[in-house]
């Protein structure tokens, strides 16, 4: 009686189990599908993101950083890690019409300051006009020392208007103060998407 109640308990286990395995198989599934996409566009949008260090109100805030036993010159020392939150405007000047802001992280990538570079992730999103609730995200090393002609960084997908992106932004230092560290950036995206 008794091993007939353990094979019981088991062959019921074993049906369970066979049906819960099969049943979760019908939640994930993957079916491939011919994409259905229009004729790529491409879009060139100029804006300047202000990246302010400095102030009772910054707009980029070191988060984490390495015990250093050089100089504290730099306001971005080597493996320095900054949260941002830096606005988006249509021209240089403190006061230009936002559109919208610059979110995410960057880390300071190099021990020679004269070979400056950061590492950067960031989501550009635009708040107004044409572009409302449209972002384009970026994920790049940002060479910042390498100034003459601007630098370039990698666009690697967007929401929104946006959405699938992929492109470039150059960017150009339009004002920097070199002791707080903040800048004004000028962006000329070149976005590619659907």
């Keep these: 009686m008794k091993s007939g109640i353990i094979t019981l308990c088991l062959a019921l286990c074993l049906t369970v189990a066979v049906t819960a395995s099969s049943d979760s198989n019908n939640y994930y599934y993957g079916k491939t599908k011919p994409a259905n996409l229009k004729e790529e566009k491409v879009t060139r949008v100029c804006f300047f993101l202000h990246d302010i260090l400095s102030g009772q109100n910054p707009s980029a805030v070191r988060i984490a ?3 250093l036993t050089g100089s504290e010159d730099s306001p971005v020392g080597f493996g320095s ?3 941002i939150d830096d606005p988006l405007t249509v021209g240089p000047e403190k006061d230009s019409k936002e559109i919208g802001n610059g979110r995410g992280m960057y880390v300071s990538g190099s021990k020679n300051m004269d070979k400056f570079m950061i590492v950067m992730y960031v989501d550009l999103a635009f ?5 409302n609730g449209s972002s384009i995200s970026v994920f790049s090393r940002n060479p910042v020392a390498e100034e003459p002609g601007g630098r370039e960084v990698s666009i690697v997908g967007g929401r929104g208007k946006f959405r ?8 150009k230092t339009h004002q920097i103060d070199m002791k707080t ?3 004004v950036l000028r962006y000329d995206a070149t976005v590619y998407h659907y």
């Design 65 to 67: 950083h390495a015990n």
């Design 81 to 83: 890690l900054f949260a």
């Design 127 to 131: 708040t107004t006009g044409k572009f």
């Design 164 to 171: 699938m992106a992929r492109g470039f932004i150059k960017i």
């Design 181 to 183: 560290g903040d800048a």
